[in-house]
């Protein structure tokens, strides 16, 4: 990919690498990362979003001479910054709006709407998430490109030394399932818990959020805020990944385990079967499905393990950046 000029550059919302869903984070960080003429605008999320978005993003897209524009996540500004890029990782708040505490308003609708009209491109992470914005906004259906996410060998790997660490430091059973996500009730963890009951293996919950986790704060074996090197321990420790959402766009953890050797039991819903491919045990989110499903992974842990490690090595950030960047060109003149 080359330029027009040294000095061309985009915009980018960078302001999930400091607040915000760690999902996000990692998509920008690793966009950063890989894709060097991407300018980030920093800060801490302000309590009003959309005076944010609207008066402090087209100043810095004029004082900085910015070519482009990505939004990362959702919205967007409503006037300059063009060409727009719009990144919108689910709409799982259109489809399941019963799920979050502050439903989205008439007026919240509006300005997702407006965004997604005005944007130029836009990106999502999975041919299951495309289908959902075209549903749901049948106007941008053209201008939807899907850039799958990845994830890093640097990080994830197996990792036999690091598991041992993790049990010692965090004081982890030898044996054990785990959950990897923010605690939200699209996430099904009362279904993980009752498959961790039914089987007698205890659970561990590695997440950030305690969004809709009533009754999950006193839980004994629930981590936050650990380290990649932690969290790299704790897949190789691990008996399996649980992991029966009932609603993603993507689903990091799956391909993160995978990376590490630990084998995945996921739900058929949304784009899970699409990110895992033939590489997990894929069910119905049901209690004796997923036991079922828990022992095959255990009983074939050396099949599902070398399975995982062949998928995870499908998704890379270098690719992500690679597409997002052909995207980049659709729109802006002197991309290529």
């Given at each position: 990919m080359t330029r027009s000029s040294e000095s061309s550059k985009i915009g980018i919302?960078?302001?999930?690498?400091?607040?915000?869903?760690?999902?996000?984070?990692?998509?920008?960080?690793?966009?950063?990362h890989h894709i060097p003429y991407l300018d980030p605008l920093r800060g801490t999320s302000p309590r009003n979003n959309f005076l944010w978005n609207q008066l402090r993003v087209p100043v810095t897209f004029r004082s900085r001479g910015w070519t482009a524009y990505h939004a990362a996540a959702?919205?967007?500004?409503?006037?300059?910054?063009?060409?727009?890029?719009?990144?919108?990782?689910?709409?799982?708040?259109?489809?399941?709006?019963?799920?979050?505490?502050?439903?989205?308003?008439?007026?919240?609708?509006?300005?997702?709407?407006?965004?997604?009209?005005?944007?130029?491109?836009?990106?999502?992470p999975s041919d299951f998430s495309a289908a959902e914005v075209a549903k749901y906004f049948p106007a941008v259906k053209g201008r939807i490109r899907r850039v799958y996410q990845g994830v890093s060998g640097a990080y994830f790997f197996p990792d036999p030394s690091g598991a041992d660490k993790a049990r010692r430091e965090l004081a982890l059973p030898d044996t054990f399932l785990l959950h990897v996500g923010d605690i939200h009730r699209r996430r099904n963890i009362p279904l993980v818990a009752e498959v961790s009951k039914k089987l007698g293996i205890p659970l561990v919950l590695v997440g950030k959020s305690l969004q809709g986790g009533e009754?999950?704060?006193?839980?004994?074996?629930?981590?936050?805020?650990?380290?990649?090197?932690?969290?790299?321990?704790?897949?190789?420790?691990?008996?399996?990944?649980?992991?029966?959402?009932?609603?993603?766009?993507?689903?990091?953890?799956?391909?993160?385990?995978?990376?590490?050797?630990?084998?995945?039991?996921?739900?058929?819903?949304?784009?899970?079967?699409?990110?895992?491919?033939e590489a997990a045990i894929v069910v119905e989110p049901e209690a004796l499905s997923l036991c079922e499903a828990v022992q095959q992974a255990k009983q074939e842990r050396e099949r599902y393990r070398e399975a995982g490690l062949a998928r995870a090595c499908q998704f890379s950030w270098e690719t992500t950046a690679r597409e997002t960047e052909k995207v980049y060109a659709e729109v802006v003149p002197g991309l290529r």
């Open positions: 919302d960078a302001r999930s690498l400091s607040v915000g869903p760690p999902g996000i984070a990692t998509y920008v960080s690793n966009l950063l959702y919205t967007a500004p409503l006037h300059d910054c063009r060409p727009l890029i719009l990144t919108v990782h689910d709409v799982s708040y259109l489809a399941n709006p019963d799920w979050y505490p502050y439903p989205v308003d008439a007026r919240r609708l509006r300005y997702y709407t407006a965004s997604l009209t005005r944007a130029d491109r836009i990106i999502v009754g999950f704060a006193q839980w004994p074996l629930r981590f936050s805020g650990v380290s990649n090197d932690q969290l790299r321990g704790i897949y190789s420790a691990a008996v399996a990944l649980v992991y029966p959402s009932l609603y993603e766009g993507f689903g990091l953890p799956i391909l993160e385990a995978m990376a590490c050797g630990l084998p995945v039991v996921a739900a058929n819903t949304a784009c899970l079967p699409e990110v895992c491919g």
